[in-house]
């Protein structure tokens, strides 16, 4: 079981442009969540997937959007970008009466 | 007020010492997640528990619903521990989106 796995695991952009993130679950995790970790500061709730639907967001603009496969593998588009969306970008899955575990992250820098 | 506090927000130990991160939150929870995360790093699950105590290797983690509180403890710390640890909940169901308290950042000198 590979756990928790997103790509890539850098990138870098410049303002304005587009970029999507992948997060795919570990075995049996059909919940995905997204958060935002800027750099010295806690993560923050973008927004979860469940059976192909957002479910919850979190304070973030439309900029910010997402979609769920039937595999349970999520990506996070972000369009538009600005400096200020530079970040650690992390997914968490869980499944049925499961703890939620983390992915390594992937480490946006917006120029 | 936040819903997960944490305390120490720093703590400095030297190697072998015997560590304490605390954990206090208000909202209602059925458990709770201490996660450990190095400079630059991503987050690594280390607990999730909703009762008693679990352990693993040097690390032995507390949780009392009641008076809803936690405590992450390290036993012979090493310089390898140093991190920030982050205690977090889900905001109702285990599967919820996660409240994280402030972190302690944690440096283990040799």
């Known amino acids: 079981d590979a756990g928790v796995t997103q790509s890539p695991t850098h990138l870098i952009k410049t303002r304005g442009q587009q970029v999507t993130l992948r997060c795919s679950p570990k075995?049996?995790?059909?919940?995905v969540s997204w958060y935002q970790q800027a750099l010295g500061q806690g993560p923050q709730f973008i927004f979860q997937?469940?059976?192909?639907?957002?479910?919850q967001r979190g304070n973030f603009p439309d900029r910010f959007s997402g979609h769920q496969f039937p595999n349970y593998s999520s990506e996070l588009n972000v369009n538009a970008l600005l400096l200020g969306d530079s970040a650690l970008y992390l997914c968490?899955?869980?499944?049925?009466?499961?703890?939620?575990?983390f992915g390594p992250g992937t480490r946006l820098l917006v120029l | 007020k936040n819903e997960v506090e944490q305390s120490p927000q720093n703590l400095t130990a030297q190697e072998g010492e015997f560590i304490t991160i605390n954990c206090s939150y208000s909202?209602?929870?059925?458990?709770l997640h201490w996660l450990q995360q190095h400079p630059g790093g991503g987050i690594v699950s280390l607990f999730m528990?909703?009762?008693g105590k679990k352990k693993h290797g040097r690390l032995i983690a507390t949780i009392n619903i009641q008076e809803k509180h936690s405590s992450l403890h390290i036993t012979a710390s090493h310089p390898r521990d140093s991190a920030v640890y982050i205690c977090?909940?889900?905001?109702?169901?285990?599967?919820?989106?996660?409240?994280f308290g402030t972190g302690t950042r944690l440096q283990v000198f040799p």
């Open positions: 075995s049996g995790h059909d919940t």
């Open positions: 997937y469940y059976e192909e639907e957002e479910r």
């Open positions: 977090a909940v889900p905001k109702i169901y285990n599967t919820d989106k996660l409240i």
């Open positions: 968490a899955t869980a499944g049925p009466q499961e703890t939620q575990y």
């Open positions: 909202v209602g929870i059925s458990a």
């Open positions: 528990l909703s009762s």
